[in-house]
Antibody, heavy 121, light 111 residues
Framework: QVQLQESGPGLLKPSETLSLTCTVSGYSISSGYYWGWVRQPPGKGLEWIGTMYHTGITYYNPSLKSRVTISLGTSKRQFSLDLRSVTAADTAVYFC??????????????WGQGTLVTVSS | QSVLTQPPSVSGAPGQRVTISCTGSYSNIGAGYDVHWYQQLPGTAPILLIFGNTKRPSGVPDRFSGSKSGTSASLAISGLQAEDEADYYCQSYDTSLSGWVFGGGTKLTVL
């Protein structure tokens, strides 16, 4: 059974870069599926950040695209998220996720537990 | 303002049946894109409840069912149990936004 675990700093200052890593166990990223990130501001709903196919092709939320990079890690069991120039509005719980797709739409079938990232001066 | 509209809250007594609606438009649900549903218990990560409009992953009780018609989709929960008290989110793809979209979430209270 696949398991995902986020890691990275929990506190950032405005204008810094948020960098998170997702470590996957029970499955090799290069074997298939889509891998990405979803975030949830405190007390609010879910927001899709972006998704990466196992080949490295990426898809990003247009509202975040200019600041986001999702990439494969050096290990076949890790992928990462970089979000540049953060502000308080980026404060959220960040979930890494494995996704599968129907014929026309993708969904998350496995979630990490989530990690809270706070942006504050 | 979410692209997919859900009621902020619904409630029901144990044993009852409740439905949660997810209203979209012709750039997402109405364009034929599949709808998926997630359950999020307090303080935990979401879990997949329904994918492809109507399909249940293994392990999800058949008390949960999904449907889709036109520009809307619905999640039905029958035989309501106290453990069903959670937030529920719908999700699909939007061709105008070129990306995944989520509903704003619905809080289910079991009376």
């Amino acid at each position: 059974q696949v398991q995902l675990q986020e890691s990275g700093p929990g506190l950032l200052k405005p204008s810094e870069t948020l960098s998170l890593t997702c470590t996957v166990s029970g499955y090799s990223i290069s074997s298939g599926y889509y891998w990405g990130w979803v975030r949830q501001p405190p007390g609010k709903g879910l927001e899709w950040i972006g998704t990466m196919y196992h080949t490295g092709i990426t898809y990003y939320n247009p509202s975040l695209k200019s600041r986001v990079t999702i990439s494969l890690g050096t290990s076949k069991r890790q992928f990462s998220l970089d979000l540049r120039s953060v502000t308080a509005a980026d404060t959220a719980v960040y979930f890494c996720a494995r996704s599968d797709c129907t014929s026309n739409s993708c969904f998350v079938d496995s979630w990490g537990q989530g990690t809270l990232v706070t942006v504050s001066s | 303002q979410s692209v997919l509209t859900q009621p902020p809250s619904v409630s029901g007594a144990p044993g009852q049946r409740v439905t949660i609606s997810c209203t979209g438009s012709y750039s997402n649900i109405g364009a034929g894109y599949d709808v998926h549903w997630y359950q999020q218990l307090p303080g935990t990560a979401p879990i997949l409840l329904i994918f492809g409009n109507t399909k249940r992953p293994s392990g999800v009780p058949d008390r949960f069912s999904g449907s889709k018609s036109g520009t809307s989709a619905s999640l039905a929960i029958s035989g309501l149990q106290a453990e069903d008290e959670a937030d529920y989110y719908c999700q699909s793809y939007d061709t105008s936004l070129s990306g995944w979209v989520f509903g704003g979430g619905t809080k289910l209270t079991v009376l």
